[in-house]
């Protein structure tokens, strides 16, 4: 009678793990934190090709982080909870963690300054999500036990401060132009219009737009396929009859500024 050994038991791995997109904030922190893994999950989401073709490209033009290992997992089921008209999946971030907690001990979120309004992106899920993981992951049968941090290093920035450090950054090993060139192909956008082009239209469009504007980044004719300082959500910021909470103050007026220049 064959005797079935047990596995070994789940222990600490050491590695750093990074929910990754492809999109621009995941691969700029990327560029920045060199983390030991970059976890992209997919879920179906209406622009997933696109992130896929902008990260075919990235790869072939060698503007990945060096040493990227990107691992890929499908979370299906997500995609039949994406809320129409903003995408929001509520929970995301806590099915997200869980799954990278499996890879490594530090999770970063790729949060930004004006995230904390949503609640899998604030100070209290990170505290609580790391306590909880911590527990799941206390010695038992099949774990000897680790701590899991789950972080956000970038909340206190907003899109344009982490273009602005990527592209500031002597640890990043690409030139000035390889570092705008890994800027414009990378992709954010909700909506895609024809042929996978950025709408020009959507939140992610136009904050991509005014990130690399407010860093002296120029943005081919064409990019979008149609300009952001001409969508209505610029217009209704230039006019105040628009309220985000997903720019800060500071950003609101630069976009002011640079939609009257476009249209000067």
């Not at 033009?61 to 499908?74: D, G, H, R």
């Not at 490594?104 to 100070?123: F, N, Q, R, W």
């Not at 090993?173 to 950025?198: V, Y």
Request: positive net charge.
């Amino acid at each position: 009678m064959s005797v079935r050994l047990a596995p070994p038991k789940t222990k600490a791995t050491g590695k750093t793990v990074l929910l990754f997109s492809g999109g621009l904030d995941s691969l700029l922190i990327a560029h920045l934190m060199k983390p030991d893994v970059l976890l992209r999950v997919q879920y179906g989401s209406a622009y997933e090709s696109q992130e896929d073709a902008a990260l075919a490209e990235l790869q072939r033009k060698n503007l990945l982080p060096e040493k990227a290992a990107i691992t890929t997992q499908s979370m299906q089921f997500l995609r039949y909870h994406e809320r129409e008209g903003d995408a929001i999946i509520p929970l995301r971030n806590l099915f997200f963690v869980s799954l990278a907690a499996l890879y490594g001990e530090t999770v970063i979120l790729g949060a930004m300054k004006y995230d904390a309004k949503l609640l899998d992106k604030s100070g209290p899920f990170f505290d609580m999500s790391s306590k909880l993981l911590t527990y799941l992951f206390s010695p038992q049968p099949w774990c000897e036990g680790k701590t899991v941090r789950v972080v956000a290093p970038f909340d206190s920035y907003t899109k344009g401060d982490l273009v602005r450090a990527f592209l500031n950054s002597t640890d990043v090993p690409l030139t000035r132009a390889e570092k705008e060139e890994t800027l414009l192909t990378s992709f954010s956008c909700h909506t895609p219009g024809q042929g996978g082009k950025p709408c020009g239209q959507c939140k992610p469009c136009l904050r991509k737009w005014l990130a690399l504007e407010m860093n002296g980044v120029r943005i081919p004719d064409g990019y979008f396929e149609t300009n952001p300082w001409e969508s209505p959500m610029a217009k209704g910021i230039l006019d105040g009859t628009y309220q985000t909470s997903t720019m800060t103050k500071g950003e609101i007026l630069v976009c002011r500024e640079k939609v009257l220049s476009r249209q000067r």
